[in-house]
């Protein structure tokens, strides 16, 4: 079992810039991959960023490249999303999500076995 908790969510001015922290307890060895996700009013749930722990490659969603980037703490067990030049429409609820080796990294939210709760981000313009 994986127990995942977001932290750094907050309210930004457009342009501006926060860091997510997911950190992870448990069963930590065979984490596989951490994803974020994030979810607007309204909006179906879509992912954001993912990294495969053990060599840090990560990938991203078009409408976040180039603004947000991912790195890990592996001492602490910890997955981090910079986000930089914030725009309103990043506005949503941001989960990270994760799942262990033998299970795929790919696909859609339902495919992720364990979730944080959530960090608000609130981008005004």
């Known amino acids: 079992q994986v127990q995942l908790v977001e932290s750094g969510g907050g309210s930004v001015q457009a342009g501006g810039s926060l860091r997510l922290a997911c950190a992870a307890s448990?069963?930590?060895?065979?984490?596989?991959?951490v994803n974020w996700f994030r979810q607007a009013p309204g909006k179906e749930r879509e992912g954001v960023a993912k990294?495969?722990?053990?060599?840090?490659?990560?990938s991203y969603a078009d409408s976040v490249k180039g603004r947000f980037t991912l790195s890990q703490d592996t001492a602490e067990n910890t997955v981090y999303l910079q986000m930089n030049s914030l725009k309103p429409e990043d506005t949503a609820m941001y989960y990270c999500?994760?799942?262990?080796?033998?299970?795929?990294?790919?696909?859609?939210?339902?495919?992720?076995?364990?979730w944080g709760r959530g960090t608000q981000v609130t981008v005004s313009s």
């Open positions: 990294i495969y722990l053990y060599d840090g490659a990560a």
């Open positions: 999500a994760a799942n262990l080796v033998g299970t795929s990294c790919i696909g859609p939210p339902s495919n992720y076995n364990y």
């Open positions: 448990g069963d930590t060895r065979r984490l596989k991959c």
